[in-house]
């Protein structure tokens, strides 16, 4: 079978756990190259179309998110902490599976039942599938995360940002058509999972097996790739990542939720610029990604050890690096922003560089509350970031619903500072609480 791992041969250093530094190195890297990879595809998308053009794929991207980000349940934040090997791989890659089913149903519902044209829904269920494909491959990131070997997330994401790039320019370049040019993205990140993926596990899980026994280091993690049906193992994993699901929904609601309304207000055009300035937060999450990711399994042992000097030791160095991201985006806005937006896109997006200087002011939050998530997540505290998330979410529905319509995308950009602040404060609240308690425990 594909996803058997089926040899007899000792494999040679997949075993190994890199430090600490190199995997934020690898992770760095691997995150740059496809983030800008990214960027590139917007890029393109805005001179070979028109700001509508980008407006259309911003559109599917934040109709299809919110399902894909709810069902994926944060099941890779889950691994990758699971310090004490609570569950085995095939458990997240059958839930995975099980839950990609059910996002393609509800994107399709949400095609049906919406007022889209046929050529939108087709761009809409394309990005959807394209995402799926996205999905698989997070949680065998999340088997190479848990093992600390960044290095094979990086590589793969080194492969996937420059090809899904240059199909998405070629398929548009030769065609003008972005439902050709997504399904070609969704094409080339299943290759990438059939022949990187996937056998990279397969090792990784391989040696795994052979260790168990004589290496504590080793999680249960059994001899195969497969997904696992069991019943009861599936739903204690759902009970236990649902409220993080529920989480990631309102989390990625509060990027999007701006974006409905300016899409409804002012169009397409808009909603294009808009999209293509949050992108600049892109830079910054790259960093905050690396970091965090690399930083997650050290976090969950230093919070499980009860080792809490070192575990806040940790997350205040990355919520620090949070800031100065934060500020450098300020100071990067407001003396090239103008320039910036007319070489990345077009001189039509660089006379509204006010919009992106309060955009990177709300990335200072936004990066902040990110390092303070993982923090949230080493800890397991997860039933608790949906009362959060959800203050989070109403507090941006209420300001864009005010202020989108008499300010515009200024007024968007209002929304996003204002829930960065909430949900940097509430974030702090629950890990200090979190803190209190342990502290308690100890004395």
């Known amino acids: 079978m594909l996803f058997t791992a089926i040899?007899?041969?000792?494999?040679?250093?997949?075993?190994?756990?890199?430090?600490?530094?190199?995997?934020?190195t690898w992770t760095f890297v691997g995150n740059a190259v496809y983030a800008a990879c990214q960027w590139g595809m917007l890029s393109v998308l805005a001179k070979l179309g028109s700001p509508g053009t980008v407006g259309q794929f911003a559109l599917g991207l934040a109709i299809t998110a919110p399902v894909?980000?709810?069902?994926?349940?944060?099941?890779?934040?889950?691994?990758?902490?699971?310090?004490?090997?609570?569950?085995?791989?095939?458990?997240?890659?059958?839930?995975?599976?099980?839950?990609?089913?059910?996002?393609?149903?509800?994107?399709?519902?949400?095609?049906?039942?919406?007022?889209?044209?046929?050529?939108?829904?087709?761009?809409?269920?394309?990005?959807g599938g394209a995402k799926a494909v996205e999905s698989v491959n997070d949680i065998f990131y999340g088997l190479f995360q848990q093992r600390e070997r960044m290095d094979l997330v990086a590589c793969s994401m080194l492969i996937r940002g420059p090809l899904s790039l240059i199909t998405l320019a070629s398929g548009y370049y030769l065609t003008r058509s972005l439902l050709v040019s997504v399904l070609g993205v969704a094409f080339c990140w299943t290759i990438v999972l059939l022949c990187y993926d996937i056998p990279r596990a397969s090792h990784l899980v391989r040696s795994c097996g052979l260790e168990r026994?004589?290496?504590?280091?080793?999680?249960?993690?059994?001899?195969?790739?497969?997904?696992?049906?069991?019943?009861?193992?599936?739903?204690?994993?759902?009970?236990?990542?649902?409220?993080?699901?529920?989480v990631m929904l309102l989390n990625s609601l509060n990027t999007n939720i701006p974006r409905y309304?300016?899409?409804?207000?002012?169009?397409?055009?808009q909603l294009g610029i808009f999209a293509a300035m949050a992108y600049f937060l892109v830079a910054g999450n790259t960093v905050v990604a690396a970091l965090g990711q690399s930083a997650s399994p050290r976090l969950a042992k230093y919070f499980a050890a009860?080792?809490?000097?070192?575990?806040?030791r940790l997350l205040l160095r990355l919520a620090a690096i949070g800031v100065s991201l934060g500020m450098l985006g300020i100071l990067l806005a407001v003396a090239a922003g103008g320039p910036l937006l007319t070489v990345l896109y077009s001189a039509e997006f660089s006379k509204q560089v006010d919009v992106l200087v309060w955009l990177m002011i709300g990335a200072t939050f936004t990066y902040i509350a990110a390092f303070l998530g993982y923090g949230m997540t080493a800890a397991r505290r997860f039933g608790v970031q949906l009362p959060l998330f959800a203050l989070v979410a109403a507090s941006v529905t209420v300001?864009?619903?005010?202020?989108?319509?008499?300010?515009?995308?200024?007024?968007?950009?209002?929304?996003?500072?204002?829930?960065?602040?909430v949900q940097v404060v509430g974030s702090a609240g629950v890990i200090g609480h979190a803190l209190t308690r342990i502290g308690k425990e100890l004395s």
């Open 7 to 24: 040899s007899d041969s000792k494999p040679t250093g997949a075993e190994v756990r890199l430090p600490l530094r190199v995997n934020f």
């Open 68 to 127: 894909m980000m709810f069902l994926n349940l944060q099941l890779r934040g889950i691994q990758a902490t699971d310090a004490s090997g609570q569950f085995v791989f095939g458990h997240y890659l059958g839930l995975r599976m099980a839950t990609i089913l059910v996002s393609l149903v509800v994107i399709f519902g949400l095609i049906r039942f919406g007022d889209y044209e046929w050529q939108m829904g087709l761009v809409i269920l394309a990005i």
């Open 213 to 246: 026994g004589i290496d504590s280091r080793c999680q249960p993690l059994m001899t195969t790739i497969s997904p696992s049906w069991e019943s009861e193992s599936l739903l204690r994993l759902t009970w236990l990542a649902l409220p993080l699901g529920m």
């Open 261 to 269: 309304f300016i899409q409804k207000e002012l169009g397409d055009a």
């Open 306 to 312: 009860r080792n809490i000097n070192a575990y806040c």
């Open 399 to 421: 300001l864009s619903y005010l202020l989108v319509p008499a300010w515009g995308l200024v007024g968007a950009a209002w929304a996003v500072v204002v829930a960065g602040i």
